[in-house]
Nanobody, 124 residues
């Protein structure tokens, strides 16, 4: 059984940093393309960043480009999201997701496995 678990959410002041981690069990993360999504209250879930199986390709949504960094450590079976220069509008539940697809994908309906989410709150 595949399970993704996120860690690292919390409350931070604007301008601060957080690092989210996503650890997989039941399967090696190296089998999947990985993504981070977020959902703010009253809004649809949206992609934040994605990374290819090897880590050689990454994607960032425009609203986090230059501030967030996605990375992976396949040996540790973990994917990370480093979030710097956080803004109040980054407040959301952040989800880790895994895709079995051949190519990197960028919409939530293309991902096969999901974590339970971790809350990130940025105060002004």
């Amino acid at each position: 059984q595949v399970q993704l678990v996120e860690f690292g959410g919390g409350l931070v002041q604007a301008g601060g940093s957080l690092r989210l981690s996503c650890t997989a069990s039941g399967r090696a993360v190296s089998d999947w393309h990985m993504g981070w999504f977020r959902q703010a209250p009253g809004k649809e879930r949206a992609i934040v960043a994605a990374i290819s199986r090897s880590g050689g390709s990454t994607f960032y949504a425009d609203y986090v480009k230059g501030r967030f960094t996605i990375s992976r450590d396949n040996a540790e079976n973990t994917v990370y999201l480093q979030m710097n220069s956080l803004k109040p509008e980054d407040t959301a539940v952040y989800y880790c997701a895994a895709a079995r697809s051949y190519s990197m994908v960028y919409t939530d309906d293309e991902y096969d496995y999901w974590g339970q989410g971790t809350q990130v709150t940025v105060s002004s």
